[in-house]
């Protein structure tokens, strides 16, 4: 029996983690997996409610590190993982995605001689701005093991020197969970609740500190989905960031817009399924919305997942009026990609990972 530990810390973590607890799961003879859950997102609405969506156990562990800076949130967490690693001695630590509690988890469990892995390894902005790009970079440069979900994810890592021998290919949990939850999406009543008829409206979701921190930008943007609203309804869960930033700036949202409260998983599962047309800055919506072929118009400057571009329904777009209004107008012509599914975006990522990990620790 192994013992094997999986981090989850803020929103995008939860279902990329659900799916692969569900495989050690399936085989208890062989597998003691738990959960360390370190707090970075706290509210019921960026946690409590993935946990019950994606039917995923309460964590064996929970740091409860909350806010703060970037350097504290990183130290909160390493102090709080060290304990958790030192009591439990895990015989592997499982990171996912590019959070801070990702890069800051893996640097404790690789100092303690513990055999780590990243999941969803080798993806890459090039804007070294971004956080999450160094915790990208970071993380990739120090685990044992490097799980990948697209093609260009294994080109960077190869070109940045990585032994072959510890990069796998196995697909994309996060659409792992998505398989899992589509049907119950189907029977949410988000859409009654808030009026909405399916296949009518935009959905939006804006969170990344270059599109939200700043007030003539956030108002730019604002007014854009405000104009978007002239031509569809208009829904906008909001992000904590965003809403913060909206209060303090003072700014004013378009009546037109329906605001909402960040939404469940299953919730907001069911709102993009159903939506004419997505306008985010997400990773994860970008590959969501590849895998559900809905048309998706991001707004930043560069994306870590180019497959959902060169194969997918995602286009990139300067995050200013002209690019996402001439996006959003491409996308009325009919002019958007229709799109097609990456290789192994088939609902059964978690189980290679677990099959790997197995022959991994058999054979060290
Ligand atoms: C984090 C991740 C980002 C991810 C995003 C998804 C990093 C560096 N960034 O950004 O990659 O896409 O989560 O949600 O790890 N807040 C709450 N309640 C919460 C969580 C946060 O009110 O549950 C507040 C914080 O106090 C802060 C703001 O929201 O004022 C932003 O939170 P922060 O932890 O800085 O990161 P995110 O922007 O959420």
Same mark, same amino acid.
């Given at each position: 029996?192994?013992?094997?530990?999986?981090?989850?810390?803020?929103?995008?973590?939860?279902?990329?983690?659900?799916?692969?607890?569900?495989a050690?799961?399936?085989?208890?003879q062989?597998?003691?997996?738990?959960?360390?859950h370190?707090?970075?997102?706290?509210?019921?609405?960026?946690? +409590?409610?993935?946990?019950?969506?994606?039917?995923?156990?309460?964590?064996?562990y929970?740091?409860?590190?909350?806010?703060?800076?970037?350097?504290?949130?990183?130290?909160?967490?390493?102090?709080?993982?060290?304990?958790?690693?030192?009591?439990?001695?895990?015989?592997?630590v499982?990171?996912?995605?590019?959070?801070n509690?990702?890069i800051?988890c893996?640097?404790?469990?690789?100092?303690?001689g513990?055999?780590?892995?990243?999941v969803?390894?080798?993806?890459?902005?090039?804007?070294?701005?971004?956080?999450?790009?160094?915790?990208?970079l970071?993380?990739?440069?120090?685990?044992?093991d490097?799980?990948?979900?697209?093609?260009s994810?294994?080109?960077?890592?190869?070109?940045?020197?990585?032994?072959?021998?510890?990069?796998?290919?196995?697909?994309n949990t996060?659409?792992?969970?998505?398989?899992?939850?589509?049907?119950?999406?189907?029977?949410s009543?988000?859409?009654?609740?808030i009026?909405?008829?399916?296949?009518?409206?935009?959905?939006?979701?804006?969170?990344r500190?270059?599109n939200?921190?700043?007030?003539?930008?956030?108002?730019?943007?604002?007014?854009?989905?405000?104009?978007?609203?002239l031509?569809?309804?208009?829904?906008?869960?909001?992000?904590?960031?965003?809403?913060?930033n909206?209060?303090?700036?003072?700014?004013?949202?378009p009546?037109?817009?329906?605001?909402?409260?960040?939404?469940?998983?299953?919730?907001?599962?069911?709102?993009?399924?159903?939506?004419?047309?997505v306008?985010?800055?997400?990773?994860g919506?970008?590959e969501?919305?590849?895998?559900?072929?809905?048309?998706?118009?991001?707004?930043?400057?560069?994306?870590?997942?180019?497959?959902?571009?060169?194969m997918?329904?995602?286009?990139?777009?300067?995050?200013?009026? +002209?690019?996402?209004?001439?996006?959003?107008?491409r996308?009325?012509?009919?002019?958007?990609?229709?799109?097609?599914?990456?290789?192994?975006?088939?609902?059964?990522?978690?189980?290679?990972?677990?099959?790997?990990?197995?022959i991994?620790?058999?054979?060290?």
């Open positions: 029996m192994k013992r094997v530990i999986s981090v989850v810390g803020a929103r995008p973590n939860f279902m990329k983690v659900a799916p692969i607890h569900r050690f799961a399936s085989d208890p062989s597998w003691d997996h738990r959960i360390v370190t707090g970075q997102h706290y509210d019921a609405a960026m946690s +409590d409610a993935f946990f019950r969506d994606l039917e995923m156990p309460h964590p064996a929970f740091l409860g590190v909350g806010g703060g800076t970037h350097t504290e949130q990183t130290a909160k967490i390493m102090l709080g993982f060290e304990k958790v690693c030192q009591e439990s001695q895990p015989d592997y499982i990171v996912v995605g590019d959070v509690s990702t800051a893996a640097m404790v469990s690789v100092k303690l513990i055999r780590t892995a990243h969803e390894a080798g993806l890459r902005s090039f804007d070294r701005t971004m956080p999450e790009e160094i915790n990208r970071a993380t990739d440069a120090i685990v044992d490097l799980f990948v979900t697209e093609q994810g294994l080109d960077h890592l190869l070109h940045e020197g990585v032994d072959p021998s510890r990069v796998h290919m196995v697909g996060m659409i792992d969970s998505l398989h899992f939850a589509r049907q119950r999406a189907e029977q009543g988000i859409h009654a609740q009026g909405l008829q399916r296949g009518t409206y935009c959905l939006v979701t804006m969170h500190p270059s939200v921190d700043d007030q003539d930008h956030l108002r730019e943007l604002i007014g854009v989905v405000g104009d978007i609203a031509s569809m309804p208009v829904v906008f869960p909001v992000h904590p960031r965003t809403r913060k909206i209060d303090a700036m003072g700014l004013a949202v009546e037109a817009v329906t605001l909402l409260e960040p939404a469940g998983y299953i919730d907001f599962l069911a709102l993009m399924t159903h939506a004419r047309v306008l985010t800055d997400s990773g919506i970008q969501e919305t590849t895998a559900l072929g809905v048309p998706c118009i991001t707004a930043r400057t560069s994306t870590e997942r180019p497959i959902t571009v060169s997918g329904t995602n286009v990139l777009v300067n995050p200013s009026r +002209d690019g996402i209004m001439g996006a959003f107008e996308f009325l012509r009919a002019e958007h990609p229709v799109g097609s599914l990456p290789p192994l975006w088939d609902g059964h990522a978690a189980e290679r990972i677990v099959h790997q990990i197995g991994l620790l058999s054979a060290s």
